[in-house]
């Protein structure tokens, strides 16, 4: 890896509006990438750390933060799958259905996925007959998609993307863009490259996580370096009417500890959807800063609880274990500060990441196999927003007495 300082830069306007009026809410401190995974030999080696800062920008409210690290460094090879998780696989079986029903797609139809991963979401458009081409840039996993039948371009989407994708297949029908778009620095960039490619009627979608979710419920830590922009619908709309794109539709859906997908087109009305979350956040005061204050005060507090029960249970001589190495589980375990003093092992289905080590706290990855195997009396739930299936899927482990402890919105055992 390349020296860390080469690795990073810091924005000093808002990627949405420009303004400079950011004002920060809440540090994480110095945090190691989320997804970068160590090997048992890395673990002596030094390893890059970087500020996690959250910013709320007085302007358009976007919530933001402003150290970015290359997407070269943390999106060339990449740990995450789609498909791993059942629950994934399901809800884009559905968002296939509500697009496909709703604009009326034919056989002729063309879908590009921005950021396509392993090719899970296309794959259901092409069990309709649908053309697809996904763009991903990670290899390892672009691969993967291949290996399915699923056309994948390795390639960051941009402008210049576009105008080759274009140029080789057409306009798109349909450009989706799923758990991506709060990945990406330049936006407008983005953008352009969606104004190229798409269609005069096609439709561009995007699923973020939805910030008054991420207050609602405590989910700091979805807050990570790969998320630069905590969206709500208010920043949306400012940013597609700069483009002269319109917001004509929106929808809650529960991934993610809950998201929010955005119909965009180049004209069209607002629905009525769309009115309704911008009132809901004018109540919830998302365009105040002593919101993110509050929020940013309330998360030391859940820290301190949570580190008082684990190391109540820990000196109760208890068993406890993590369940799912996931990216937020990164943040929540550098933030408390939780390693192997407190967890024996993480378990995880993503096979990438089985045998490796989380990052900065150096707690080892396992199969599932290993939690039936040698079950622990505690199960610190860091894949959160995979609750109901999890607990539904250990009830074996539960009958025998077995407990989870939710981190969030705040920390208990169930
Ligand atoms: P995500 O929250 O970013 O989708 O990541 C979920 C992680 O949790 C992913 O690494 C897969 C893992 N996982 C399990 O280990 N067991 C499960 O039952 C589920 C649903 C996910
Ligand atoms: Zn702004």
Known sequence: MSKQED?????????????????????????????NFLRKDQLDSPEAFYPLDAY?????????????????VMFKEYA??????????????????DVIQNFKLSKNSFVVDIGSNDGTLLQNFSKYGLSTIGIEPASNIAQLAEDKGIQTVNDF?????????????????????????????????????????????????IEVPYL?????????????????????????????????????????????????RVFVQRTGEQSKNVAELLSMEQEAKLDSFQTYLKFGNEVFLLKEKLMRLLKMLKGEGAKITGYGATAKGSTLLNYCKIGTDILDYITDTTPFKQGLYT?????PIFPEKKFHEDPPDYALLLAWNYADEILQKESEYRQKAGKFILPIPEPKVI
């Open 212 to 260: 008054l979710n991420l207050l609602n419920n405590m989910e700091f830590d979805t807050i990570y370096h790969e998320h630069l922009s905590y969206f709500a619908i208010y920043p949306l709309i400012y940013l597609f009417r700069k483009l002269g794109m319109v917001v004509v539709d929106v929808r809650q859906v529960p991934v993610h500890g809950g998201s929010i």
């Open 157 to 205: 989407f941009d402008e210049e993307c576009a105008v080759r994708v274009c140029k080789e297949y057409g306009p798109a029908n349909v450009i989706l863009a799923t758990n991506v778009f709060a990945h990406v620095d330049d936006l407008e960039n983005i953008l352009r490259g969606v104004n190229h490619l798409l269609s005069n009627n096609g439709v561009f979608i």
């Open 80 to 97: 995450y799958l789609t498909g791993a998780s059942k629950p994934m696989r399901t809800h884009f079986a559905e968002l296939t259905e």
């Open 7 to 35: 690795c990073i830069s810091r924005r000093v306007t808002c990627r949405v509006c420009g303004s400079k009026k950011l004002h920060k809410f809440l540090s994480l401190g110095p945090t190691p990438l989320a997804n």
């Open 359 to 363: 990052p900065g706290r150096h707690i």
């Open 56 to 72: 709320f920008c007085s302007n358009c409210y976007l919530v933001q933060l402003l150290d970015i690290v290359y997407p070269t």
